[in-house]
């Protein structure tokens, strides 16, 4: 989710693509900037390699659309 708003997805859109209610986007992103902040590695790990595969596949996305 951290991710997805970096990429500036807002609340609402996550929480309709997830079918959740934007309070619990914001729940999550808060306790995934904690988790961040504090320097968890199994988080910090995962949450860089999702940032990379979100980041490739936005990229393919867009190159794939240009004409």
Request: with cysteine; aromatic share 10%; net charge positive.
């Given at each position: 989710?951290?991710?997805?708003?970096?990429?500036?997805?807002?609340?609402?859109?996550?929480?309709?693509?997830?079918?959740k209610n934007h309070a619990s986007v914001?729940?999550?992103?808060?306790?995934?900037?904690?988790?961040?902040?504090?320097?968890?590695?199994?988080?910090?790990?995962?949450?860089?390699?999702?940032?990379?595969?979100?980041?490739?596949?936005?990229?393919?996305?867009?190159?794939?659309?240009?004409?």
């Amino acid at each position: 989710l951290v991710s997805a708003k970096q990429l500036n997805y807002g609340c609402t859109e996550i929480a309709r693509f997830l079918d959740k209610n934007h309070a619990s986007v914001i729940h999550s992103a808060k306790k995934g900037a904690e988790l961040l902040e504090v320097n968890d590695f199994d988080f910090t790990a995962k949450y860089c390699s999702l940032l990379t595969k979100v980041k490739d596949y936005v990229g393919t996305i867009y190159q794939d659309s240009k004409v």
